[in-house]
């Protein structure tokens, strides 16, 4: 017991230079509980113990990028649905729309920017906010680009 005591002393303790621990650590006749013990506990019994990860990229939530709503959950393109349909406008004119995309998280200027360049075509985001219009039947095109974009994607009509 007293010559354990006494390595875990010069372990924990930072006035003993590296090169001491290191040949501890490698020291095939110390047992590996006495090498593991100072780092197992580091953070015990501080809030750093568990710190609180994103349930999606598993990262801590001050490194999280996921896309999230306005509730704050997590809400990226894999778990929302683009619904595609055709609508006709005032003089006949044709759009195709593209709804059921959370407009937090996900940036529907940026999509629109997309799938105007895409498409070819000129669109806009409603008024609403939450619907994006391109002019003209581009539904093929449109469910093609956001499935890349990892959406998943309804047409209808
Ligand atoms: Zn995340």
Redesign the pocket.
């Known amino acids: 017991m007293h010559i354990r005591a006494g390595i875990h002393t010069r372990l924990t303790n930072p006035s003993v230079p590296p090169t001491s621990s290191l040949r501890l650590s490698i020291s095939p006749s110390l047992p590996p509980s006495l090498i593991i013990f100072p780092m197992s506990g580091l953070f015990a019994g501080t809030p750093l113990e568990r710190p609180v990860t ?6 801590p ?1 001050a490194d ?3 896309p999230r709503d306005a509730e704050g959950n ?1 809400l990226p393109p894999s778990r929302q649905t683009a619904v595609i349909r055709i609508e006709k406008r005032r003089r006949g004119k044709t759009v195709t729309t593209v709804s059921g995309l959370d407009p937090v998280a996900s940036d529907l200027p940026a999509i629109l920017k997309q799938l105007k360049s895409t498409c070819a075509a000129g669109g806009t985001v409603s008024h609403t906010g939450d619907m994006v219009e391109i002019q003209g039947d581009h539904r093929e095109r449109i469910a093609a680009m956001l499935t890349e974009m990892g959406y998943k994607t309804r047409v209808i009509g």
């Open positions: 994103c349930e999606f990229c598993g990262k939530l999280c990028i996921c997590v």
